[in-house]
């Protein structure tokens, strides 16, 4: 299990940035290099869905509502992962979830992303 710890969250105006990080604890066990990590988020009320992934291999994936605007990356010596968010827009006020998950193939040998692990969340309010 890995311990991840979300920060960077806050109050901004629309069309403004923010840039979430993500950190692990828990010792040696907790470093994510191996592993594939995603940005979830969640309004009241709504599902939690996914933002971005990055694999373990530096492959990422993005959301269609967020492709163009977003940036997730990671820096494995640190053990960090990072969301870059730029032309941030009122629809995108969520607490936003880090999490640590693995690879897999459904039925029609098309890659999802698998979270088995998650941080207790930022949030991110955007003012119009």
């Known amino acids: 299990q890995v311990e991840l710890v979300e920060s960077g969250g806050g109050l901004v105006q629309a069309g403004e940035s923010l840039r979430l990080s993500c950190a692990t604890s828990?010792?040696?066990?907790?470093?994510?290099?191996?592993?594939?990590m995603a940005w979830y988020r969640q309004v009241p009320g709504k599902q939690r869905e996914m933002v971005a992934y990055?694999?373990?291999?530096?492959?990422?994936n993005y959301a269609d509502f967020v492709k163009g605007r977003f940036t997730i990356s990671r820096d494995n010596a640190k053990d960090m992962v990072y969301l870059q968010m730029k032309n941030l827009a009122p629809e995108d006020t969520a607490v936003y979830y880090c999490?640590?998950?693995?690879?897999?193939?459904?039925?029609?040998?098309?890659?999802?992303?698998?979270?088995?692990?998650w941080g207790q969340g930022t949030q991110v309010t955007v003012s119009s």
């Open positions: 999490s640590a998950g693995y690879m897999a193939r459904d039925i029609a040998d098309k890659p999802y992303y698998s979270p088995y692990d």
């Open positions: 990055i694999t373990d291999g530096g492959v990422t």
């Open positions: 828990g010792g040696i066990f907790s470093t994510i290099s191996t592993r594939s």
